[in-house]
């Protein structure tokens, strides 16, 4: 299992420890994982290289990693069971890249924190990285980050590192080719409970749909909040796919854009809810202005100003830009609080004018009295109480 003349990515030998295999199997790590020792270490020809590549694996981690070296997630599914920070402090200050990389076409890999109070992050500076992929890939991988906690938050970042979404980079922009540069991100979170992304999501710079394509998968009856990172907004030019529970895009602490902040980017609703929340001063202009596509299942999107500001998120609004409604879905829209909330659908020139978003008509909370035959002017009631009025 251990490989002492490994030839790890800091250019020099280094030791490595994997889980390799196609069986089905538990693997429970109850001592500490350390690069040394001692603990963690700022030689790097004495860095632990941690490698799971193993299809059906499940690998619970009991204690948190005292881990300066290379942590590399290929298949399997990665549970902590530990308490607080899945590395130990002495592994900050090494800001180095934690790779997440599907290893072939129909792999998965999970990386689950599991209870209320977790966090996961190592390095405390803007070099600091989570990385989903490598770079070349041409395979279609699930990579899926979440909580199991059924209560209480669960965190990864604290609000100064960076998650990449890094497909493929090739300049090859041949149509064949374009959905190698596409991968997306799962966030899930158990019903019930809450995952919280403190970091920067980007892929890369501007905005294009021919190289480095990331995009972000809402799976899960909880709910993850996307928080950001301090004065720099997202990047995700494959917009949001909301297949279940609750993607919340606060900008209550951070004001920033949590997907995108320029034209292009899509939206796919499939029994998932998108609430946009803030409480307090400052503009947010989201732009999810690309295809919208309602599959089945009723979704929600919301914002709410909650104490003042502006929000407005633009959907379905460049030119190119269509509107499909499938068979079984609904698409309803909320907007709500003390400041100014909008939601734009301008439908571009090439999407068609007749499509019918919803089984419900679309509701505005209001400032006075709920409207006529519902009992409260709480969101989740209106949802309970509001009768279909047809597809």
Known sequence: MTDSTYQGNDGSYTRRVAFDGSGAGVVNLLGTVKDIATGATATRDDRLRFEMNAADLTLNVGKAMELAGFLYLRQGYMRYEGTGNFFSTSANGTDRTIMIEGSGTGSEVALMLT??????YRGTTATAALTIGNGNNTTVTNVVLGGENESGVVTFGDGTQRLDINPRTSDDASTANVADYFRDVRFYAAAGGEVNIRMEIMEDTGFGLTNEVGAI?????????????????NDVDGGVYALGGTLLLDYGTINNVKVQSLDGAQFTTAGGDVRLIKSSAGTIAEKMTGNLTVRAGGSEVSVDTITGGNVTLALAGITAATVDRRTGGTLNFVTSGAGTSVISLTRGAAGPRSVRLGGWPPLVRPTTLPPSGLTSMVQETWRATRT???N
């Not at 209870?115 to 996961?120: I, R, V």
Request: hydrophobic fraction near 20%; glycine fraction near 24%.
């Open 115 to 120: 209870k209320d109070g977790q966090t996961f």
């Open 217 to 233: 998968t809402k799976v899960g009856r909880g709910t993850v909040r996307l928080s950001g990172k301090t004065g720099t907004n």
């Open 388 to 390: 279909p009025v047809g």
